[in-house]
């Protein structure tokens, strides 16, 4: 009996900077034949009814207007990591298409990044790095000093499964845990870490000495840190964002940098990803800048894959997919 023909999957590319990892191949060609946006652009007639599903890796491709109307038969869009802000859900579910991400996986390998800068700004680990090793150094300043981690106050925004897991690593440390959520966690999560709720935020911000960003972006979570908030920070207190770039107002962000407003940043994330070259925030000493790698591990990549391809298989049987993001 001939064998059944593999579902058509659109895929940006295949390996280079933004494709899909080389080493994922075999186990995706298992399961799909994958068309690069290329052979697509090239092949529209042949290809636009085959395609069923969109492999959304690195937020490639975009999906826009354009595309979903050339693909009629598209029924999946299989998006990695836990952000969506790339994909315009109400226009995708408009043409009948279900959205999928991978938002637990990330959780733990995001929440180590948070402590790891964490860890390297408060002891000055790059400033360290780049002094142990300087043709220039002749001897280590004894006055050179960080702060102090543990026994610190942590302010958590966001305690979801990201903030959640940063709450548990920060208790290992014997951090004071502070939170603002849309929701207040239940009580035997907060005793679990030493979590105490702050159901104003301004509370969070005038108390930490350590702010962590882990929310979603939103609209109305779209430049949440802003001048007003940076200003009621402590003078000695610490920015740290594992979100999105845009939770923060940068401009002001430097301003309260350049201005000892607060004593530093600490961003796996920024807008744009990544900054221009002459942007001010890479000028300062008192930042340090991490190339959106929260999730970057091989492990938690080839789990990311695995969990897209699942739901793809899922939404192309009409089943419930797995991780499915409403509009």
């Not at 890479?282 to 991490?290: D, G």
Request: with cysteine; net charge neutral.
């Amino acid at each position: 009996m001939e064998s059944q023909e593999l579902p058509y999957v659109l895929v940006d590319c295949i390996g280079g900077r933004l494709g899909v990892y080389e080493d994922h191949l075999g186990f995706l060609k298992k399961h799909f034949h994958l068309i690069t946006m290329k052979e697509y652009l090239e092949n529209k007639t042949l290809l636009s009814k085959k395609i069923r599903a969109i492999y959304v890796w690195y937020h490639k491709p975009a999906i826009n207007e354009e595309l979903l109307q050339s693909l009629p038969n598209l029924k999946v869009v299989a998006s990695s990591g836990v952000g969506i802000d790339h994909l315009d859900l109400k226009l995708i579910s408009s043409y009948g298409v279900k959205v999928s991400n991978t938002p637990f996986i990330v959780s733990t390998d995001t929440a180590d990044m948070g402590m790891a800068l964490m860890l390297a700004s408060s002891r000055r680990l790059v400033e360290g790095h780049e002094m142990a090793v300087s043709p220039d150094t002749e001897y280590f300043p004894a006055d050179w000093l960080g702060v102090e981690v543990s026994g610190a106050t942590l302010g958590i925004l966001g305690m979801g499964k990201i903030g959640y897991k940063v709450a548990e690593r920060a208790k290992a440390f014997e951090m004071k845990i502070l939170y603002h959520n849309r929701n207040q966690r239940k009580k035997e999560e907060e005793s679990a870490v030493g979590a105490v709720y702050c159901k104003k935020m301004d509370d969070l911000l005038q108390q930490s000495d350590f702010v962590l960003l882990a929310v979603t972006l939103t609209p109305q979570t779209h430049k949440l840190i802003g001048k007003r908030e940076l200003e009621l920070m402590k003078p000695t207190a610490t920015l740290i964002n594992i979100s999105r770039g845009l939770i923060v107002d940068q401009d002001a962000l430097v301003e309260a940098l350049q201005n000892k407003v607060i004593k530093a940043a600490a961003l796996d994330v920024t807008y744009p990803e990544p900054l221009p070259r002459d942007h001010p925030l890479l000028k300062l000493k008192n930042v340090i800048i991490t190339p959106h790698i929260g999730s970057a591990t091989k492990k938690t990549r080839w789990v990311m894959m695995e969990e897209m391809v699942e739901s793809i298989e899922a939404g192309l049987a009409g089943l419930p997919i797995p991780h499915e993001v409403l509009p």
